[in-house]
């Protein structure tokens, strides 16, 4: 249904795309990674059909929203989009015994909702609250549970089996579901796969341009879930390049 999830591929698409744009990652990454898609086939054509969804409705649209919207008030509907993903930041920080996060995820939602005036400023970063971003899915896979296949579901984008489950938990409860009023909701729903799209356009032709961009796709998918994973930090120690990922967290949906 379009309210819910329709249309949302190619803007997690190409989000997670960029987390990992700086590399393919070595051969003995690229073959984990194949491995992890059993489905291959199926999945690149669903792939072809989204993408040319994307093409045809959300690029557009969103290429509009960012040529006719001011940017001060595209700053303030990216602030309260952010400020919308707490609730979720925080019940999957608790979960995972990440109690600090939690709190200052907390803060966050509070001093924004209120002194941000309903999330439209960001007062909590100027006064040195982080931005975290922890997912169902993540939670999953720190107790255990194992990633799963990667799959790509029309419409709706790339997922392992536990993000695609975290995804479906995590949406149970955000606000943009919840809220009282179904003409708002829904109108705020729709409006967020442009808003989100439009925070992507300048990586187009990037992904365009790739060898193969639904390797590309589904390596850098993999990748961005490694980092979700590991908080930024690989088992060995080496840090992923967080700056690669800031304008992204809010698509872990």
């Known amino acids: 249904m379009i309210k819910r999830f329709s249309l949302l591929l190619p803007a997690l698409l190409l989000a997670i795309a960029l987390t990992g744009c700086a590399t393919q990652g070595s051969t003995q990454g690229q073959t984990a990674r194949n491995s992890q898609d059993p489905f291959e086939s199926v999945n690149r054509a669903t792939y072809a059909f989204n993408t040319v969804a994307d093409k045809a409705v959300l690029r557009p649209l969103a290429s509009g929203y960012s040529r006719f919207v001011p940017r001060f008030l595209r700053i303030g ?16 920080s ?6 600090r996060r ?16 309903a999330g439209l400023f960001d007062p909590a970063t100027s006064v040195g609250i982080p931005l975290h971003a922890e997912d ?5 896979e720190i107790w255990g549970v194992p990633e799963g296949p990667y799959i790509v579901v029309p419409l709706l984008g790339p997922f392992t089996v536990s993000s695609g489950a975290g995804t479906l938990v995590d949406w149970s409860y955000h606000p943009r579901r919840l809220y009282d009023d179904s003409s708002i909701r829904d109108k705020m729903n729709l409006f967020w796969f442009v808003y989100a799209r439009s925070k992507l356009l300048s990586f187009d032709e990037e992904i365009d341009n790739a060898f193969d961009s639904y390797s590309f796709v589904r390596d850098a998918y993999l990748q961005n879930r ?23 967290d809010e698509f872990d949906e």
């Open 226 to 248: 490694d980092y979700v994973r590991y908080d930024g930090v690989l088992p060995t120690g080496d840090l992923f390049d967080e700056s690669d990922l800031d304008d992204f």
């Open 102 to 117: 939690g709190t200052q995820s907390t803060a966050r939602l509070l001093f924004n909702s209120t002194v941000g005036v």
């Open 77 to 92: 509907i990216d602030n309260f989009f952010t400020n919308l993903q707490q609730p979720r930041n925080i019940v999957n």
């Open 94 to 99: 608790v979960l995972q015994g990440k109690f």
């Open 136 to 140: 169902f899915g993540q939670t999953l």
